[in-house]
């Protein structure tokens, strides 16, 4: 199966920052890769897919870059309610996987 | 708006058996796949097995095989997810989600509900 690699586990920004997270993946996946975010005690909700398209709703702020095996969720300027756990998943091949999450804490 | 919301999720003993439920509204659900993502305690996400819009296609993740069943009753516009041979390591938040297709083995998830959580005691 596709291991996805995320990093770093943990990121410290301050509110009104730019944060990069990343993505690798052990094979290629294409553009098939997929950005969730996961409040505490609430399911993840999808903010990016195919690997540059935000979903229905979701800010600007948001965007996703790559393809093959190297991606980026960037969050242009942090908001209080983006301190939160990411993870990334692929699409392209079965078994989907899921990488083991980034969070984002406050500075 | 699409609304997933599971249930079933309780203590089991180890070996035991369970039914999580999970009933959707807000989209044609039997348009989509549907699939169940399983979160343990403090860990990151893995998907546990999926469904065609028809029911006619499902997958499993090697973990739960052979041991679970997944099933829908597009009539009652409801997802199942039918629990046997329970293990510690299935203790889990178990979390229903729709897919952005009517079949494909490799899920894009779109929506998730909030979850039930099945614990089973060793």
């Known amino acids: 199966e596709v291991v996805m690699t995320q990093s770093p586990a943990t990121v410290s920004v301050s509110p009104g920052e730019r944060v990069t997270l990343s993505c690798r993946t052990s094979?290629?996946?294409?553009?098939?890769l997929a950005w969730y975010q996961q409040k505490p005690g609430q399911g993840p909700r999808l903010l990016i897919y195919?690997?540059?398209t935000r979903a229905t709703g979701i800010p600007a702020r948001f965007s996703g870059s790559g393809s093959g095996t190297e991606f980026t969720l960037t969050i242009s300027s942090l908001q209080s309610e983006d301190f939160v756990v990411y993870y990334c998943q692929q699409y392209n091949n079965w078994p989907a996987t899921f990488g083991g999450g980034t969070k984002v804490e406050i500075k | 708006e699409v609304q997933l919301l599971e249930s079933g999720g309780m203590l089991v003993q180890r070996g035991g058996s369970l039914r999580l439920s999970c009933a959707a509204s807000?989209?044609?659900?039997?348009?989509?796949?549907m699939n169940w993502v399983r979160q343990a305690p403090g860990k990151g996400l893995e998907w546990v097995s999926g469904i065609s819009g028809s029911g006619g296609a499902t997958y499993y993740a090697d973990s739960v095989k052979g041991r679970f069943t997944i099933s829908r009753d597009n009539s009652k516009n409801t997802l199942y997810l039918q629990m046997s041979s329970l293990r510690a390591e299935d203790t889990a938040v178990y979390y229903c989600?729709?897919?952005?297709?009517?079949?494909?083995?490799?899920?894009?998830?779109?929506?998730w509900g909030q979850g039930t959580l099945v614990t089973v005691s060793s």
């Open positions: 989600a729709k897919d952005s297709e009517f079949e494909r083995r490799s899920p894009l998830l779109v929506y």
């Open positions: 807000g989209f044609p659900f039997r348009s989509y796949a």
């Open positions: 094979q290629t996946v294409s553009s098939n």
């Open positions: 195919d690997a540059s």
